[in-house]
């Protein structure tokens, strides 16, 4: 099924475009009501955007004239609506969010009973009822609230023992996100000294220069301040990055191959098997294989991880981007317990991040993400696709080659790992040139 409008993470683009304005959003609001199978209430937070106020208030309105009950979570991590929604039982969780994005783009994604996100043919039952007329709905004031925040703050807090970080010296880094309230009343609960970057939101500055995407400034600081490590969150909170006490930055293959293989080693690790997506470098795969799991891969995006991990019934898995879900905690991608669960590994073992890190040794890999003018089938571009089978050929069980577009940007991702940096810098030429020849790229 194709899908007109829902991305790999929602519905998401340029506040007041053709797509994130209020009409369409309460046009959406309207849509999901009528999607339901019984009406009840139903969860919207955001992040720190200026224009999330707006949007939340245009789908509230959508969601009331198709005859749900909506209710503010207000600013909240994504995270912690899908954990309200589980837990307090709403039929729906809404976010307004653009997660990484700049302040400009703002989006819609939804969560479903239990707190988990909508497969691609539930977002493409609610896209075939967007042409439905809004029926129109008289003003009801302030919307109701909840506190999805401390309870959320709470149940964080009981990952690890009380005190456990007294002594420890943490750079957080908010993103100037949702997580400004909340990861740091958690770690300064559990003893930890916080010293705070991106944690003055102003509705412009999200993601500006800072967070899981801009890692420099976590890394100097935590080299600056002798911390025992950094920790950076997206927008919306549901990404995690780590930088070591050297000030050397862990992605999200590094956290979960570290997790997988601790919890191999003391026989936790659920089927023995970790799921991540096409985009992990193969160094994961043997890594876990060496300590005695298996590795399962599914296309890009969390929501099809966490898919994976039902099918595979695991509990552990996740992206190279940061996005790490830990299902027996979480329904969710959750940075925010992803930095405690790799804590938890410091704790038990008494060896830091820069040794810890060691157990995966990444095959060389280059990415680059050209911006399009247009998303042309892949398999209508000869030249590309001819490169493709090439380097995969010559490649053979060394490396591999990804190209797929972005479920969420005009861009085009190019992908190659290989046995050594010379091999993988030459290929990713080629395939750039056969991008260039075929598409109008910026």
Not at 32 to 41: H, Q
Not at 282 to 303: K, P, Q, Y
Request: charged share 20%; hydrophobic share 45%; aromatic share 4%.
């Amino acid at each position: 099924m194709n899908r007109s409008y829902f991305g790999t993470d929602g519905v998401r683009g340029p506040y007041g475009g053709p797509l994130i304005n209020e009409v369409f959003a309460e046009r959406l609001g309207f849509a999901a009501a009528a999607w339901l199978a019984k009406k009840g209430r139903v969860f919207i937070g955001r992040d720190t955007r200026s224009s999330g106020a707006s949007l939340e208030a245009a789908v509230a309105r959508g969601l009331r004239a198709g005859g749900a009950e909506p209710v503010s979570l207000g600013i909240v991590p994504t995270p912690a609506v899908a954990r309200a929604v589980r837990t307090d039982g709403a039929v729906l969780g809404v976010v307004i969010t653009a997660s990484h994005n700049p302040a400009a783009d703002n989006g819609i994604k939804f969560f479903g009973p239990g707190g988990v996100k909508l497969t691609d043919a539930e977002e493409y039952s609610i896209e075939q009822l967007l042409s439905a007329a809004v029926a129109p709905v008289s003003e009801f004031g302030r919307l109701p609230t909840l506190d999805a925040s401390a309870a959320y703050i709470a149940a964080a807090a009981k990952l690890l023992p009380a005190q456990a970080l007294r002594g420890w010296r943490i750079v957080l880094d908010t993103a100037n996100g949702a997580t400004c309230a909340t990861s740091p009343v958690v770690f300064r609960g559990l003893g930890a000294e916080v010293i705070g970057l991106g944690d003055s939101p102003d509705g412009q500055n999200i993601n500006a220069g800072v967070g899981s995407e801009h890692p420099a400034q976590l890394a100097a600081k935590v080299k600056a301040s002798g911390a025992r490590l950094g920790v950076a969150h997206d927008g919306d909170g549901d990404r995690c990055v780590v930088c070591d006490e050297l000030g050397s930055v862990l992605d999200g293959d590094e956290l979960l191959t570290l997790l997988a293989t601790h919890a191999l080693a003391r026989g936790t690790l659920v089927n023995k098997t970790l799921v991540v997506t096409v985009q992990s470098n193969l160094g994961v795969d043997a890594a876990i294989t060496a300590a005695g799991g298996r590795v399962s891969r599914t296309s890009v995006g969390d929501r099809y991880v966490i898919e994976g991990m039902a099918k595979e019934r695991a509990t552990l898995g996740g992206e190279s981007s940061g996005h790490i879900i830990c299902s027996e905690i979480s329904p969710t991608g959750d940075g925010l317990v992803a930095a405690l669960k790799v804590i938890e590994v410091m704790l038990e073992t008494g060896k830091p991040l820069s040794e810890l890190r060691r157990v995966l040794v990444k095959f060389p890999q280059l990415t680059a993400a050209l911006t399009v003018a247009e998303k042309k089938p892949l398999d209508s571009l000869p030249v590309l696709s001819a490169v493709i089978r090439v380097l995969e050929s010559e490649l053979r069980s060394q490396g591999r080659v990804l190209v797929r577009y972005s479920g969420t940007e005009p861009k085009l991702r190019l992908l190659i790992e290989g046995p050594s940096e010379d091999v993988v810098r030459a290929g990713l030429a080629r395939l750039e040139a056969a991008v260039r020849a075929e598409l109008t790229v910026s």
